[in-house]
């Protein structure tokens, strides 16, 4: 599993248009998932970034958590974090779970931030969305399950 995590001022997601999904101040996630992933991978994933301190003090060090600034999260699936640019120019994606699985663990993985943080917005899985953001910092970060877990 991988995330991008960027902290945001603000950032949304459209479809045709329509926005459905934007949040102020917290997290764009954009999530990714693999052979192997499983809900118990999932869970760990979700307290990792959850307790993280990546905003600013008012000291200016990086010092407090996301609840700490009262920030909400907003999830978009991204399949092509496994994407593969070895020895071609046309990426490949056969390390990217099938969609049927992988729509499964988003939805868990959704279903575990809200019940464990509660302040979510999601894009919809597998749509061709728009995805719009304000960095803060710019402050991003890449959590990989296999360099955090196996």
Known sequence: MRIVLTTVDEASV???GKKVGAINKGYLLLVGFTFGDNEEL???MVDKFLNLRVFPDEHDKINLSLSDVGGSILS???FTLYANAKGSRR???TDALS???AE???NYFNK???ERYGKLATGVFGADMKVESINDGPFTLILDSKELYQ
């Open 99 to 101: 969609p049927m699985e």
């Open 42 to 44: 999932v869970s760990k």
């Open 76 to 78: 978009v699936s991204q």
């Open 14 to 16: 459209s479809i045709k």
């Open 104 to 106: 499964r663990l988003y």
């Open 91 to 93: 990426p490949s994606f």
């Open 112 to 114: 575990c931030i809200e």
